[in-house]
């Protein structure tokens, strides 16, 4: 079949499909090209070997899988995003044997060469994709590959009908951390439900799998708790400036969670306690621990409130709220914060720590905490989330604890840019694009082994930002690069090959109306 490939409305390359190299790695062309290692993918594979040819999508492409529900789910996903981006319908398992021309296989198999859970293989042919995995995980991963994969505009031009040509080649993939987050804080401002969605569909993009909900804080109680409805009623109204607040329901934050789990990744509901606690202890006083009057709050201020570790009740109302969460949520780790308790005398502070881990446990979930629930005595299956006490988190580890890896001067989303940026703070740094990926999270903490890395979480703390356009500013495309610290290994990442990369992305962010921050430490036009 004779092919032509066009850039920006321009024939610049004849080729025959099916012969090999017919793109030659001399021939300059920007994209799309045939040549696999040439491919925007973020984060970048672990082996990629090009064939310099190309596997070309259109009409008559069809999807099948393995026949399991999980496999067929990931099959229809792809399917989906493929209708919406490009227009094209392509049926999945219609029909047992196929006699389409071009078929993309999604299959399980055993025999990967990698052994984690969301390893793929993808081999992409002529004729055939051909997508392995031992999990569902592993092949959502690889179809996230495959869409990265698909040019923008149809580029065979001689084709009958619109065809989007795949580099072919093989790509043997999997992450290096198994944890791989981002966190939002829906508690200084509210997001609602299609927002967080329109997020999370961002992040499983680029093979996130974890989504960390920052739920209650002094400034608002954003979760219906049936047994203490005050939380919501009463605990819910207020956020940063005096904006209207708002909660989600619990059938709202299932919603979530199963959108979540459709793209693999586990939401962890984070309630912030003892201090951050302001909301609850506004709507619910008995709990309060400062003796002071008690009012709502819309600023930005930390560390005034606490619940009163000493208190009985507290911890009736905390076997409550957990029950309540872990009922409908699947997440193995629950996040009970922990961070700046400035208002929480130190023995009661690890006191209520160790409490709080045993009402989790008993709930059936892991703790999670910031770096500071390490002085307590917690347990090796808790994990430690660092932020800012490098000591903490070696200290947690040598108990046996895993750590996530979020250091607020290189990770924290909520940092401007530079002092031109728009929204953000900047009381841990400056935190422009490059500095955001110049770094390496097994290596950040001194000491700290790398058995005891869990991952990486990029936290976005919401005091600045009300909405999805504010949110996409500062997120991106910063977290863009986060992906890839959390997936790539470090001897595989290198500024300038990613900038060149993240300028690939540019088709995806601006189709997906996502409000990145061009930042001008990257050439965002190609030459
Ligand atoms: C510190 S980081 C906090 C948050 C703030 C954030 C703002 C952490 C565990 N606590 O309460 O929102 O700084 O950057």
């Known amino acids: 079949m004779k092919t032509s490939i066009v850039f920006k409305g321009t024939i610049v390359l004849t080729c025959f499909l099916g012969i090999t190299a017919c793109t030659s790695p001399k021939v300059k062309i920007n994209y799309p090209t045939t040549d696999l290692s040439q491919a925007a993918l973020i984060p970048k594979p672990l082996n990629m070997a090009p064939a310099y040819s190309a596997f070309g999508l259109d009409s008559t492409t069809v999807i099948l899988t393995t026949a399991t529900e999980d496999f067929k789910k990931v099959g229809q996903f792809l399917a989906e995003k493929i209708g919406s981006g490009w227009d094209l319908n392509l049926p999945v398992n219609a029909s047992e044997e196929t006699t389409a021309e071009r078929t993309i296989f999604i299959y399980q198999t ?11 293989e993808l081999y992409i042919n002529n004729d055939s994709v051909l997508l392995s995995a031992r999990t569902a995980s592993g092949a959502f991963r690889g179809i996230q590959t495959l869409r990265q994969l698909i040019p923008e505009q149809p580029n065979d031009t001689l084709a ?12 043997e993939d999997a992450p290096n951390f198994a944890y791989r987050g981002a966190m939002l804080d829906v508690a200084r401002h509210f997001f609602t439900v299609e927002e967080v969605k329109k997020y999370i569909d961002i992040l499983a993009y680029y093979k996130y799998n974890a989504f960390h909900m920052h739920l209650t804080d002094d400034q608002g109680w954003r979760l219906e708790i049936k047994s203490w409805p005050k939380l919501t009623t009463v605990g819910a109204q207020t956020e940063v400036g005096g904006g209207p607040g708002g909660f989600y329901t619990q059938e709202e934050f299932k919603e979530l969670v199963a959108y979540a789990a459709e793209r693999h990744m586990q939401l962890i509901p984070e309630v912030d306690m003892p201090g951050h606690t302001n909301a609850a202890c506004f709507a619910y006083p008995i709990l309060d621990g400062t003796g002071k009057e008690l009012k709502n709050y819309t600023g930005t201020r930390v560390g005034f ?12 109302f905390l076997d409550d709220v957990i029950r309540e969460i872990a009922a409908i949520s699947p997440s193995p780790y629950f996040h009970i914060g922990g961070d700046e308790s400035h208002a929480t005398k130190k023995g009661d502070y690890i006191y209520f720590v160790e409490k709080v881990e045993q009402i989790v446990q008993k709930h059936g979930k892991r703790m999670v905490g910031w770096n500071e629930i390490a002085q307590a005595n917690i347990s090796s299956s808790s994990v430690a989330q ?5 000591h903490n988190a070696l200290k947690a580890a040598a108990n046996g604890s895993k750590i996530i890896v979020s250091p607020a001067t290189k990770a924290y989303l909520d940092m401007q840019y530079d002092t031109e940026s728009k ?12 500095d955001a990926y110049n770094w390496d999270p097994a290596t950040f903490v001194e000491g700290l082994p790398r058995e005891s890395i869990l991952g990486i979480e ?15 500013y500062l997120a991106f495309p910063r977290a863009i690069g986060y992906a890839e610290l959390g997936w790539t290994p470090a001897e595989q990442r290198d500024w300038e090959d990613y900038e060149k990369r993240l300028v690939g992305q540019l088709p995806f962010l601006n189709s997906n109306n996502i409000n990145f921050y061009r930042s001008q430490r990257v050439a965002w036009e190609n030459p």
Request: proline letters at 10%; aromatic letters at 14%; zero cysteines.
């Open 110 to 120: 055993d025999s990967l060469a990698m052994d984690a859970p969301e390893a793929y």
């Open 160 to 171: 009958p009908q619109p065809m989007w040509l795949i580099p072919s080649g093989r790509i």
């Open 305 to 316: 409130s606490t619940f009163d570790a000493q208190k009985d009740t507290v911890y009736t």
């Open 386 to 390: 660092l932020w800012n006490e490098p």
């Open 423 to 434: 929204y953000g703070l900047h009381w841990a740094a400056y935190i422009p694009v490059d």
């Open 458 to 472: 990029a936290p976005l703390w919401s005091e600045t930002i009300s909405n999805s356009a504010e949110l996409e």
